[in-house]
């Protein structure tokens, strides 16, 4: 091996050398080294792919290993970030009789900068769920690094995020999850006092310890804070009820920001982001209603029962379907061995009889016999090669893998 290339939009592998074999590469004895001097050892989860040569094998990394390799591969070329070099390093019998590999160097492409695009806060249960782009796991850990985060209010108020109590989960390459503690839960509702988007958030650069970009003023979407319910009136003749209330509103807040606040908004986007909402709910009570609601709810069980019993029986005629394409994928391979093996007697047969015929031992109606046998053989074969191809890609479908060809 000489070089390797990452390309960090596809997750591609690709070695370079002499003399590679393709069927012995055992990625799991790969190594790659990036940003911080850190190192990632591939899992047996990555596999080799594509059409291999002598001079280069490809390697399609797993998910898992991809979201690794990107926090340390974190910059095209051939240097990370802090300037590491990045390379590769392999114990022996990476290949099959290959001594192990010390270092090798590795150029990377199609790296993409982290972004994060929207971002939303469940005030009654204190979680920040941050979608966006490329995020990576800068090797180890989920890489965000809560200390680089701010979230300020519409009226000055500011909380910084303490990385030692709130914590960062369901990480991955599209958005994670902030939970904050109980006493920085408090806090934070001390500054999101109502539903809507009048709140920022920003973060100094590297907040994702890697190569996140600073965020001045992102809005933060909150929700969650309930209604206020300021009327109950109950009609006895009618039998009733109606409750009256609004939805908390933060447009007051925000209107009183000063002309020079970095957070003031046009005066009808701030009317959007903030606009007063009610909420109004009649509840009708029925005295007698002719048993029509325990018909309802017995003919609502009926349907779920229905429902179930639909679900299960498209389950099982997928499962037979499956074992149905299995089946006839083993046919298929059976089928392919057995006319290969044809092919080769015919052909053997057909030789035979054309030495025959080209020195008069044999008829032309003996020779043309043969050689119709040894079409009729080829044919037979092509056909159940493409059968078994085909046979296959109905397996792969189900399976959800890509059709190629």
Same mark, same amino acid.
């Given at each position: 091996m000489a070089l390797a290339w990452v390309n960090a939009a596809t997750g591609k592998l690709s070695l370079h050398g002499s003399a590679l074999n393709s069927g012995a590469v055992n990625p799991s004895a790969l190594s790659l080294r990036g940003d911080g001097g850190l190192s990632f050892t591939l899992s047996g989860d990555s596999v080799v792919s594509g059409t291999a040569s002598a001079g280069r094998v490809s390697i399609?990394?797993?998910?898992?290993?991809?979201?690794?390799?990107?926090?340390?591969?974190?910059k095209n070329g051939g240097l990370a970030q802090d300037k590491t070099a990045y390379s590769l390093s392999a114990i022996a019998g990476w290949e099959s009789g290959a001594t192990a590999i010390a270092e090798r160097a590795v150029s990377v492409n199609h790296v993409h900068a982290p972004k994060i695009g929207h971002i939303d806060y469940n005030a009654a249960s204190g979680v920040f769920s941050v979608s966006g782009s490329y995020l990576t796991e800068h090797g180890l850990g989920n890489?965000?690094?809560?200390?680089?985060?701010?979230?300020?209010? =519409?009226?000055?108020? *500011?909380? $910084?995020?303490? =990385?030692?109590?709130? *914590?960062? $989960?369901?990480?991955?390459?599209?958005?994670?999850?902030?939970t904050l503690s109980s006493a920085d839960q408090v806090a934070v509702n001390s500054i999101v006092t109502g539903n809507g988007a009048a709140y920022r958030l920003s973060a100094t650069a590297h907040w994702d310890s890697d190569g996140g970009a600073k965020i001045s003023a992102l809005p933060v979407n909150a929700n969650a804070y309930p209604p206020v319910l300021s009327s109950v009136n109950f009609n006895a003749a009618k039998a009733e009820l109606t409750l009256s209330g609004n939805i908390n509103s933060d447009y007051a807040t925000a209107n009183r920001l000063s002309a020079n606040s970095t957070l003031r908004n046009p005066f009808f986007t701030q009317m959007w982001n903030n606009l007063g909402e009610g909420i109004g709910l009649n509840l009708a009570i029925p005295i007698f209603t002719n048993r029509q609601i325990k018909s309802n709810i017995e003919k609502a069980k009926v349907n779920a029962l229905n429902t179930q019993l639909s679900e299960q029986n498209t389950k099982n005629v997928l499962r037979k379907s499956i074992e149905q394409a299995y089946t006839d994928l083993r046919t298929a391979i059976n089928k392919y061995a057995a006319t290969k093996e044809q092919l080769s007697s015919a052909e053997l047969s057909y030789k035979n009889t054309e030495k025959k015929y080209n020195v008069g031992l044999s008829t032309a109606i003996d020779y043309l016999i043969e050689q119709n046998?040894?079409?009729?053989?080829?044919?037979?074969?092509?056909?159940?090669?493409?059968?078994?191809?085909?046979?296959?890609?109905?397996?792969?479908?189900?399976?959800?893998?890509?059709?190629?060809?």
């Open positions: 399609q990394l797993s998910a898992a290993d991809q979201l690794a390799i990107d926090g340390l591969l974190n890489g965000i690094d809560l200390s680089h985060f701010k979230l300020t209010g =519409p009226n000055g108020g *500011s909380y $910084s995020f303490n =990385p030692t109590a709130d *914590s960062v $989960s369901n990480f991955s390459a599209g958005g994670f999850s902030i046998n040894f079409f009729q053989a080829k044919s037979n074969m092509i056909q159940s090669k493409y059968d078994y191809l085909f046979k296959s890609k109905i397996l792969d479908f189900y399976q959800g893998k890509p059709i190629n060809f």
